[in-house]
């Protein structure tokens, strides 16, 4: 991943050229203002986003299941109207 430092002028009047560029180009903006950092730009990666989230729910899941809070497939089934 390249990374670029711009200012928050060239920023704001370029926003949709540069968030092209980061998602396609895999460029990582840092964003200045008055040579401090403000914030950074990064392209998203979308497997990572999704295995960070699954893994959240199954930590959820697997806490519930210690602590007994489980259905059985019948109680799932009349929750559901089926």
Known sequence: MVTKIIGIKKFREN???LWHDAAH?????????HN???FEANPINEEELLIATFAKDIK???AQA???KVYS???A??????
Do not use: I, Q
């Not at 089934?77 to 089926?82: A, F, I, N, S």
């Open 73 to 75: 497939h019948d109680e």
């Open 25 to 33: 180009k895999n460029v990582r903006y840092v964003v200045m203002r």
């Open 60 to 62: 959820t899941a697997r």
């Open 77 to 82: 089934r009349k929750k559901l109207g089926l």
């Open 66 to 68: 210690k602590a007994g």
């Open 36 to 38: 401090k950092p403000l």
């Open 15 to 17: 926003v949709t050229s």
